[in-house]
């Protein structure tokens, strides 16, 4: 399958870095606004013809699928026009601004027939898999409780025009860059969100927006969950599941600064431990594992005809109406419920 990516800074350059040892998928092509030196380091890295627009990326035949690695204010009407291609879509999270325009992007590829995937890397590696399967037959038991802490030092070095930055296109500092993530691992693991109630506030980071988030889940399957970002402190991912049989945790890193675009891409898991109520508790080797790989890998499948992509439209609006909720209850102070 022959790719295009919109957007070649430090993740787009990420993107293409994970399909070089692919056998199904390659990048042929690639749009970037600045068209900076580096974008053009990249392109030449990868043999990548440089299009001098968006529609001309769409335009051009030998192109079958768009990735878009682009700040999420331009998601939705970038997903409209690549299913009016007709070409399938994978777009890096977060995926769209709001519950609306993910229900606009939605119907656009159904429409078109096209595929669409959405970046969600952590879902592909093996032990998030474990766990997930370890929950479903049951071994933790019943799930009263699930606590997730990502945090990292990248708001205290963001340029001044970093979307990641700005409060308008990154509402509650550490959501959209990172926490959204576990957001739909709440999703993948326990199903639908039913509210959300969100303290979210600036302490050390200089520009305009939020450093340090949290945030209070209630599921419609009856759990309750919590989710801390900070955007100002060292770099850790906790994921802890509290089961009535056993408690499970993952750890590892969070994407900061300065990592190897292979430690990017392999190095999200640490470490995975399972502690039943009695006896020892037991620890699983996590292998390095590519996840931007198998996800691109997963969404050329699915574009191809084969097992349909794993995040299902139902969870990518799900997912959105979340965020939005969070977003809402930052300023209101208030239990949110779920649209």
């Known amino acids: 399958m022959k ?14 870095d ?4 692919s ?14 030196q580096q974008d053009q ?3 030449a890295k990868h043999n990548l013809r440089l299009a ?8 051009d035949p030998e192109v079958e699928g768009v990735v878009l690695a682009t700040p999420p204010t331009a998601h939705c009407e970038q997903i409209v026009a690549a299913a009016a291609a007709g070409k399938h879509v994978f777009c890096e999270k977060p995926f769209v601004m709001s519950k609306a325009e993910a229900e606009r992007a939605v119907a656009a590829v159904r429409a078109a027939g096209v595929t669409l995937g959405l970046g969600y890397n952590r879902r592909f590696h093996p032990s998030w898999v474990d766990l997930k399967n370890r929950i479903n037959s049951g071994e933790l038991g019943t799930i009263l409780h699930v606590e997730c802490t990502m945090s990292g030092p990248n708001g205290l070095s963001l340029a001044k025009d970093a979307w990641r930055g700005s409060s308008a296109q990154a509402p509650c500092g550490g959501l959209f860059p990172m926490g959204v993530h576990a957001v739909d691992g709440l999703i993948d693991l326990f199903g639908d969100i039913e509210s959300v109630f969100c303290h979210s506030f600036r302490r050390a980071v200089p520009n305009d927006n939020d450093d340090t988030t949290s945030v209070l889940f209630r599921m419609k399957s009856g759990m309750s969950a919590y989710l801390g970002t900070m955007m100002a402190t060292a770099g850790t991912f906790r994921f802890q599941v509290y089961g009535s049989k056993a408690m499970a945790l993952l750890g590892g890193s969070v994407h900061v600064a300065g990592q190897s675009s292979e430690h990017r891409r392999a190095g999200l898991f640490g470490s995975y ?4 109520i009695k006896g020892d508790a037991t620890a ?9 790989r198998a996800e ?8 191809t005809g084969g097992a349909p992509y794993p995040v299902t439209f139902a969870q990518m609006i799900n997912g959105v109406a979340a965020t939005d909720a969070i977003i809402a209850s930052s300023k209101s102070h208030k239990l949110e419920v779920v649209a």
């Open 284 to 292: 699983h080797e996590v292998p390095m594992f590519d996840v931007n």
């Open 296 to 303: 691109l890998e997963a969404f050329a499948t699915a574009a």
């Open 18 to 21: 994970s399909v070089e040892k």
């Open 23 to 36: 056998e199904g998928l390659s990048f042929v092509s690639a749009f970037t606004r600045s068209r900076s």
């Open 41 to 43: 380091d990249i392109a």
């Open 273 to 276: 431990v399972i502690q039943p």
């Open 52 to 59: 001098d627009s968006y529609e001309a990326m769409l335009a």
């Open 3 to 16: 790719l295009a990516i919109a957007g070649l800074g430090w993740w787009g350059g990420t993107l293409v």
